[in-house]
């Protein structure tokens, strides 16, 4: 059985044209697996999920989903998009963007009542997954009034309540507290482990060991530089250097110099 979730071959897309994005992208995704994308910001990470999630489409090149090519015109037909948006779910990073009703409790129930779910198995799905990331209490809330955690994990929750197959991350763990980002970190583990497919976009290193198996590196000519297993690819710190994803802090420690190399957002004195 083909267990290829996603195939691309020399994905090529620039923003009007004119700004490229991804530069000749060849990656393909199974089913089950568990994948971070690094890189620095500017690098591409975004636009892949976006790629992904067929919200845009190659310029060159092609991105096969689930066996069949990913192609704008095929999502105008109204079976087949449905067909897609209930295997592959995106959870921004500006959760925003995904939060636009009245309340919480209706932004979770959008999704699957546009894919036709019947309203009882909605609000099955409302209560599950409000106890799964423990946002019970913020149901009837208003989400522009929401904490930034606490507006991802009811982003997280109008995905879950889809029940896609694959979730897509894109920095999952910007700006957030512990408490929060070790909240993500369990649900994205737990999801794995019940055989979802996920794809995490994150210039955090210190939280990949967690929530991939397999890292891509993108550098700053929108291409992949390196694939590998985890602690590999982490290990490497010449390549992780050179794409910006660490870097040199010298300081002055009892009349001498010394210099450290340090993980982004990692504390130093």
Wanted: charged share 25%.
């Amino acid at each position: 059985m083909n267990d290829i979730i996603f195939d691309l071959k020399n994905v090529q897309f620039s923003y009007l044209g004119k700004f490229p994005a991804l530069c000749g992208v060849d990656m393909t995704i199974r089913s089950g697996e568990k994948i971070a994308v690094i890189g620095a910001n500017g690098t591409g990470k975004s636009t892949l999920l976006q790629l992904l999630d067929g919200l845009i489409f190659p310029d060159h090149g092609h991105v096969t989903a689930f066996g069949e090519k990913l192609l704008e015109n095929s999502h105008v037909d109204e079976k087949t998009a449905h067909r897609f948006r209930k295997r592959v779910g995106l959870v921004f990073q500006n959760a925003d963007i995904q939060l636009f009703c009245p309340s919480v409790r209706e932004d979770i129930a959008f999704g699957p009542l546009q894919l036709g779910v019947a309203e009882e198995e909605v609000d099955r799905r409302i209560q599950e997954v409000a106890q799964v990331l423990d946002i019970q209490h913020l149901l009837e809330r208003v989400p522009h009034q929401l904490s930034i955690g606490e507006k991802r994990r009811v982003a997280i929750a109008s995905v879950l309540a889809i029940d896609p197959d694959v979730y897509l991350f894109d920095e999952p763990t910007a700006g957030l507290d512990p408490l929060t980002v070790r909240h993500i970190i369990d649900f994205i583990v737990h999801a794995n482990r019940l055989g979802k497919t996920i794809i995490t976009a994150t210039h955090d290193l210190h939280i990949i060991g967690e929530i991939a198996d397999t890292v891509y590196v993108f550098d700053r000519n929108k291409r992949i530089v390196r694939g590998g297993a985890t602690q590999t690819v982490l290990n490497d710190r010449s390549l992780l250097e050179a794409n910006n994803l660490i870097h040199i802090h010298q300081h002055h420690h009892n009349g001498k110099e010394h210099v450290h190399q340090h993980l982004p957002l990692e504390p130093h004195d």
